[in-house]
């Protein structure tokens, strides 16, 4: 059974910077499809990055596009997020889920890892002055 550790989150100043990562037992990045998602408060999980199994290739939502990097190490079963320039809208629990898909990355293959894949526990991310 695929599980998946979140670590990296805390409190961050607007306009800082935060690496979460995202480790896998039961399963290899060589299968798994990895998405990070993201709960604020008071609101439904989002799926934001994903990064394909497959090809490597990667899909982010608008609003972290360009602020926000997904990347993989597959010898350490490791996936990251590299945020940067992080305001108040970026505070909530962050996980990171996997599916078994041999999709590229895409809207589509972000919705159904939110939806079907297994999630680790979470990691608070927190953007206060």
């Known amino acids: 059974q695929l599980q998946l550790v979140e670590s990296g989150g805390g409190l961050v100043q607007p306009g800082g910077s935060l690496r979460l990562s995202c480790v896998l037992s039961?399963?290899?990045?060589?299968?798994?499809?990895i998405g990070w998602l993201r709960q604020a408060p008071g609101k439904e999980r989002d799926g934001i990055a994903c990064?394909?199994?497959?090809?490597?290739?990667?899909y982010y939502i608008d609003s972290v596009k360009d602020r926000f990097t997904i990347s993989r190490e597959n010898d350490k079963n490791t996936v990251h997020l590299q945020m940067t320039n992080l305001g108040p809208d970026d505070t909530g629990v962050y996980y990171c889920?996997?599916?078994?898909?041999?999709?590229?990355?895409?809207?589509?293959?972000?919705?159904?890892?939110?939806?079907?894949?297994?999630r680790g526990q979470g990691t608070q991310v927190t953007v206060s002055s």
């Open positions: 990064i394909s199994a497959a090809d490597g290739s990667t």
């Open positions: 889920a996997g599916l078994d898909s041999t999709y590229s990355a895409t809207y589509r293959l972000l919705v159904e890892i939110n939806v079907f894949g297994s």
């Open positions: 039961g399963g290899t990045l060589d299968y798994y499809a």
